[in-house]
């Protein structure tokens, strides 16, 4: 007989995690390295304490949990996520990755099995880059793809930084933050699409990722009076912004499968009787492949030059971030395949559309991830929603490639 995760246990920690940091319609605010954000690795703390783990903090707060191995010098298998949300976030993105391996090792306890290589459970930090920009930032760092002094230099919309913020909460830890033998990583997630609920399927064996960039626009008019200023004598950033937003799907909607996002858009001065002096707002686009998103990005940089030509205003376009298409370790894969065959659970593979820390260490450690059905495809926003059941058979396909990796 396979042994099981008690996805009852799961469910409940997920609902009490959920606690901290409400949302105002049943889901969580906790944005990176603010006071919920740490109640909330507080409460892991608690519990992985009680399950036995011991803890290292690195320098960019990233938090491993360790159950120790038969061998404690062999390279550990680790698994993890994220416990930040977005602003108006769900109970499941990230935090079922993090609580899911916490069950794994839960139920390892609770077995009495001994792995030979140790266990860890990571909680990166900011992984979702709503208050701090790039997303995936600490497990970034971790991978060798961001530079550590650099970062700690990003701001939040108030002016405070990575490095201020991580020394307010204490967790700036003294572990270096880089990257260490790993035997291999997992991540547990909600799929934050519509396909693995539409196929009536449990588990997605994620193959691979998309690539996706973030530009941030700041469009450059005169600022004048609402009332006095006739319309023939404006350069008006919003309705050169108005008119990229709409032009911008029509370049998306070219590209089968690609999608664009505009989810900031900031007026300066923001007042009813002002016609603005500047716009500002950022761009998310997406792609399985990289030519095709490279070519909406310069469709969108020609647009936004044309758009300013003709309305009169001047334009920044700072590509902020990009993240290329990958795909995860093919062993990695096959023991998430194997594991939900084995357990009789309905699978398929699938691309992963958004970003995640697997992303970040599939560059420095052999990863593979798995995903569940979330409901209505529904994510970033406190309608995501999954159910026990599904929640249970993601942990259970977990435990059996953590068992797979660190029993031999
Ligand atoms: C991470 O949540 C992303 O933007 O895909
Ligand atoms: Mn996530
Ligand atoms: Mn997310």
């Avoid at 108030?158 to 490095?163: H, I, K, N, Q, Y």
């Avoid at 973030?214 to 319309?231: I, K």
């Avoid at 499968?257 to 505009?262: I, Y």
């Avoid at 647009?303 to 795909?327: H, Q, R, Y």
Wanted: hydrophobic share 35%.
């Amino acid at each position: 007989m396979k042994i099981k995760t008690n996805g009852e246990r799961l469910w409940d920690s997920l609902m009490e995690m959920a606690k901290i940091g409400p949302g105002e319609r049943g889901g969580s605010r906790r944005l990176a390295l603010t006071d919920a954000d740490i109640a909330g690795r507080n409460l892991f703390r608690e519990w992985a304490a009680d399950a036995g783990c011991t803890f290292r903090l690195d320098t960019m707060g990233n938090l491993f949990a360790r159950r120790e191995g038969k061998n404690p010098g062999a390279p550990p298998v680790v698994s993890g996520s994220h416990l930040d949300t977005q602003p108006s976030g769900g109970r499941f993105d990230g935090i079922l990755g993090v609580l899911g391996a916490l069950e794994v090792i839960r139920s390892l306890n609770d077995q009495g099995v001994e792995t030979d290589s140790p266990v860890e459970i990571v909680v990166w930090t900011n992984e979702e880059g709503a208050r701090f920009p790039p997303a995936m930032m600490g497990s970034g760092v971790f991978a060798g793809i961001f530079d550590q002094s650099e970062i700690y230099t990003h701001q939040d919309p108030e002016g405070l930084t990575v490095e201020g913020e991580l020394r307010r909460t204490e967790q700036l830890g003294d572990t270096p933050c880089e990257t260490f033998p790993i035997k291999a990583y997992y991540e547990l997630h909600i799929e934050q699409g519509p396909v693995l609920e539409a196929e009536n399927t449990s588990i997605g064996v994620v193959t691979g990722g998309q690539g996706s960039t973030w530009t941030h626009v700041t469009l450059q008019g005169q600022g004048s009076h609402a009332g006095t200023t006739p319309m023939n004598f404006r350069k008006d950033p919003m309705m050169g912004a108005a008119r990229i937003i709409t032009e911008l799907r029509e370049i998306v909607l070219k590209q089968p499968g690609a999608v664009g996002t505009v989810g900031r858009l900031e007026t300066t001065p923001a007042s009813i009787n002002s016609i603005p002096g500047q716009v500002f707002f950022t761009v998310d686009t997406r792609h399985p492949n990289e030519e095709t998103l490279a070519q909406i990005n310069l469709d969108l940089k020609n647009l936004v030059n044309s758009v300013c030509t003709e309305e009169g205003l001047e334009n920044e376009f700072d590509l902020i971030w990009e993240a290329p298409t990958l795909n995860f370790h093919k062993e990695c894969i096959s023991k998430v395949r194997n594991a939900a065959e084995s357990l009789a659970y309905s699978h398929l593979d699938i691309v992963s559309g958004a970003g995640h820390d697997a992303c970040q260490v599939n560059r420095v450690a052999p990863t593979g991830m798995i995903f569940i059905p979330c409901e209505n495809g529904l994510s970033h926003d406190e309608a995501e929603n999954t159910t026990p059941e599904q929640v249970a058979a993601g942990a259970d396909v977990l435990l059996h490639v953590v068992l797979a990796s660190a029993c031999n």
